[in-house]
């Protein structure tokens, strides 16, 4: 997954679960969760769409990493093989 | 009836902003249209006077249908092709809308119309709406069981379409009680009986702005409505929303939580205990449950807790149940009402049936799904009417402890806060360790301090053996 791809993958996820929140507003680096006001149920459904739309393998131990934007697309690029 | 967009090929005068008589101004707006996807102020295109409204507010009718007769208080227009006949005729094409607040779109100048047959066509548009449709089966089921005649009854959905709460209101009223879609919309979300309210618009029509007039609905849960599988409205639904409607939802729900909120601290005397939980154990055994699994089938901290405080119902009845009556009705079921927090504002606390039943896995999926159904405005009614105890887990916000107030009728609300870290007394030794400060708010008519001591300390001995919750 190229970096366009996981933001888009990203950014769709989060207006799954909080479509009142303007994601190129958010600030990469600050918390996600409470940026967008998720709460751990949010949050956890965030995950799994996350996990669906990027096809990307996401466990508890990644949710840290998943709490920013920054992380998150550093972790998807990573984590995803380039999807053509 | 203006076209107020490409798509739209009806619209429903909401409410007339002018009476007959009155005199208008160019760019006055004289009324207010629903279309399917908003609520739009009609501006008048020329000064004259109101000669009489043709279509009555809560009409749904076609575009280009005439809605009122204007006498130009002037001759003539600049243009040579004014028509010679007095009366000019409030057609779409008479009209501009302004959508919103956006700024105005001014027709190019264009041909009065000669509209030959006025009556007729006022006829044709009554025609349209006094036959309205009921597709939906739930709806005949709905009229059938009421002994309601569907073709007495005024829809006021989408196209004519007959609502569920249309035909509630016929069978209330035995008639249709002269209103607004907007109003009868209000209304419902409110609570508010449209007979017992005095209509200020045409025809002692009732108006969105009358409801504030209107007697004190019942709490909202005293009055749901008896059918199981009703899907509710709430203001959920925001994304296919107006502005305007949202708004009024909104608007709406904060008058409901107003009232159940305001006769809960009037007529409920609270209580108030808290006490602190080590989650050691419980965190450390959802630590070891959630390894490796995905993100679907985790389960939260919240899971726990919310099952710990519904199995303590069992040994602790005094909290579940309601004061009806001047005595406690004890509930042999523990419906565990959720306080679930909308964005954009409000808050509805639907229940998990049976959650003392219910495996923490389980309860988790219910959790979720209830979570979201809330959040999309899919909740059953069923869900709405009977929580017999509520939790709140404010701890979700950052809070470390939350002392709630009751809903009525029920007798008890459990808090919980934020899970955090804490020094601890353990065997005489400090340590480390993840705590939850939990909290009841309970009727004093229903229990005292003692028996609610005892229910938060069940929720304390209980989250110490995770594996059996």
């Known amino acids: 997954m190229n970096p366009d791809q996981a933001r888009t993958a990203l950014a769709e996820a989060l207006y799954a679960i909080a479509p009142d929140v303007e994601f190129d507003d958010l600030d990469p680096d600050e918390g996600l969760r409470r940026q967008a006001d998720l709460d751990s149920l949010d949050f956890l459904s965030f995950v799994e769409e996350l996990a669906q739309r990027s096809g990307a393998q996401l466990t508890a131990d990644d949710y840290p990493a998943l709490d920013s934007v920054t992380g998150a697309l550093n972790l998807l690029t990573t984590r995803t093989h380039a999807v053509s | ?469």
């Open chain 2, 1 to 469: 009836m203006p076209s107020l967009g490409a798509d739209m090929d009806e619209g429903t005068l909401l409410e007339w902003q002018v009476n007959p008589g009155e005199t208008v101004r160019r760019g006055d707006i004289v009324a207010t249209v629903d279309t399917s996807k908003a609520a739009i102020d009609i501006e008048v295109f020329e000064d004259g006077v109101i000669d009489d409204i043709v279509v009555p507010a809560g009409s749904q009718v076609p575009v280009g249908a005439v809605l009122a007769h204007i006498t130009p208080s002037e001759p003539a227009a600049p243009e040579s092709q004014q028509p010679e006949e007095p009366r000019a005729e409030v057609v779409g094409r008479h009209l501009e809308a302004t959508k919103e607040k956006q700024p105005k779109q001014r027709e190019p100048k264009e041909e009065k119309p000669r509209q030959k047959r006025p009556k007729q066509k006022a006829a044709a548009v009554s025609e349209e709406v006094t036959a309205p449709r009921a597709r939906s089966r739930m709806v005949r089921v709905e009229a059938e069981r009421l002994g309601i005649d569907l073709a007495t009854v005024h829809g006021s959905g989408p196209r004519g379409l007959i609502t569920r709460e249309d035909v509630r209101q016929a069978a209330l009223h035995g008639r249709r009680v002269r209103s607004s879609p907007y109003a009868r919309r209000r209304a419902s979300e409110l609570g508010i009986d449209l007979g017992l309210v005095a209509g200020s618009g045409p025809g002692g029509a009732v108006r969105a702005a009358d409801l504030a007039q209107a007697p004190h609905p019942a709490p909202p849960p005293a009055e749901a409505p008896a059918s199981a599988e009703a899907e509710i409205r709430s203001p959920a639904r925001v994304e296919t929303r107006s502005a305007e409607e949202r708004s009024a939802r909104q608007l709406a729900m904060r008058q409901a939580i107003a009232a159940l909120m305001a006769r809960s601290k009037r007529e409920i005397p609270h209580y108030y205990l808290s006490t602190t939980i080590d989650l050691a154990a419980a965190t450390s055994w959802l630590r070891a449950r959630n390894v490796g699994k995905s993100p679907s089938e985790q389960v939260t901290a919240a899971a726990l807790l919310f099952k710990a405080a519904a199995l303590a119902c069992r040994e602790v009845p005094d909290v579940n149940g309601f004061w009806l009556e001047d005595h406690f009705v004890k509930s042999d079921a523990v419906h565990l009402g959720i306080a679930i927090s909308l964005r954009g504002g409000g808050l509805l606390a639907p229940a998990i049936h049976d959650a003392d039943t219910l495996a923490a896995a389980e309860l988790m999926g219910r959790l979720r799904d209830l979570v979201s159904r809330a959040r999309t405005g899919r909740l059953r009614s069923a869900e709405t009417r009977d929580p017999t105890i509520t939790v709140t887990n404010l701890g979700e916000r950052g809070v470390e402890s939350v002392l709630g107030v009751i809903y009525p009728p029920q007798v008890a609300l459990v808090g919980f806060g934020k899970v955090v870290e804490r020094p601890w007394a353990v065997d005489g030794m400090l340590a480390v360790r993840p705590v939850v400060t939990a909290t009841l708010a309970a009727d004093h008519r229903a229990s005292d301090g003692h028996r609610g001591g005892l229910y938060l300390e069940t929720i304390d001995r209980l989250l110490q053996t995770p594996e059996e919750l």
